[in-house]
C-alpha cells in the first residue's frame, strides 16, 4: 500500500467490510477541483492495480469519452435504455448512480413538460459509450477503471479505495459522495444489473414515479417529499452545482 493510500486511512478492502444491507445511495462521476466542484481532482488516467481479466474494448471516442461499452449486457446504449432492460451504464464507475444525475435527466427525462437546470452539459451515462457531462470526460476514476478493469468499474480493482475516490469523496462535503463505496459494495454483491433496477426504482418519487435528483427536495413534477429512502437533503445541504 502506497503512503498516500496510508494517509486516507482506509485498507483496500475495509469498505467491503461493511454493512452490503445498507442503503446504496449512488452519485456523481467525477473528480473535484477549486474551479470545477465536479472536475478533475487527481488528473489523467494513471492505473489503479493490474486488470482482473484485460482492458475493456470499444466504446466511444477522444470526444465523448472513451467510455467502454457494455459489451453482453442489455441497455448499454447511448440512448439512454429502454423497455425495461436494466440500463447498466448508469451504473458508473466510481459507484454513481448517473440516473439521478441532472445532466443525465435534462436529456432523458421521462416527462417533456419538467424542465431541469443541466448544469455539465447532456450526458448519456458514465459508461454509455455516448456523450458524457464535461467533468466525466476527464473523470481520473473513470479513465483508470476503464483502463484495468474488465468492466470498466471501481468493483472489483485490488487497490480499491484508491487516493483518487478517496480524494473525490473528501471533497465539497456533498452527501452523494459519502454513498460511493457502499454502491461499489452493493454491486459486487447483487452484480450490476440487479443494483441498477433497484437505484431506478429507489430514485423515484414515492407518489407519481417520476425520476428525482440527487438533491430534489420534492419531486419536479408533484411535489411530493423526496422518499425516506435517500440520503435527507434540506436547503442547506452542499451541492456541487
Not at 474494448?57 to 459489451?71: F, H, K, L
Request: with cysteine; charged share 20%.
Amino acid at each position: 500500500m502506497s503512503k498516500q493510500q496510508a494517509d486516507d486511512g482506509i485498507t483496500r478492502r475495509g469498505f467491503l467490510g461493511s454493512s452490503l444491507g445498507a442503503l446504496a445511495v449512488g452519485i456523481g462521476c467525477s473528480d473535484a477541483s477549486e474551479t470545477n466542484p465536479e472536475g478533475s481532482a487527481a488528473g489523467g488516467a494513471a492505473s489503479g492495480g493490474a486488470p482482473t481479466s484485460g482492458a475493456p474494448s470499444g466504446g466511444g471516442t477522444a470526444a465523448t469519452g472513451g467510455a467502454p461499452s457494455e459489451g453482453g449486457t442489455t441497455g448499454s446504449g447511448g440512448s439512454g435504455g429502454g423497455g425495461g432492460e436494466a440500463k447498466v451504464h448508469l451504473a458508473a464507475a466510481c459507484g454513481t448512480y448517473c440516473g439521478a444525475c441532472l445532466s443525465y435527466m435534462a436529456k432523458h427525462g421521462e416527462d417533456e413538460s419538467v424542465t431541469r437546470p443541466n448544469p455539465w452539459g447532456d450526458c448519456d451515462g458514465c459508461l454509455s459509450g455516448g456523450t458524457l457531462a464535461s467533468h466525466c470526460r476527464t473523470c481520473s476514476i473513470r479513465l483508470c477503471a476503464a483502463e484495468t478493469q474488465s468492466g470498466g468499474r471501481c468493483t472489483d480493482c485490488a487497490e480499491l479505495p484508491c487516493y483518487r475516490i478517496t480524494n473525490l469523496i473528501d471533497a465539497g462535503g456533498y452527501p452523494h459522495r459519502q454513498e460511493y463505496l457502499p454502491n461499489l459494495a452493493k454491486m459486487r454483491e447483487l452484480g450490476v444489473e440487479e443494483w441498477v433496477g433497484a437505484e431506478e426504482e429507489r430514485w423515484r418519487c414515492p407518489q407519481c414515479g417520476l425520476p428525482m435528483s440527487w438533491y430534489d427536495t420534492e419531486c419536479a413534477r408533484c411535489g411530493a417529499p423526496r422518499s425516506a429512502s435517500l440520503f435527507p437533503v434540506t436547503a442547506d445541504t452542499p451541492r456541487p452545482y
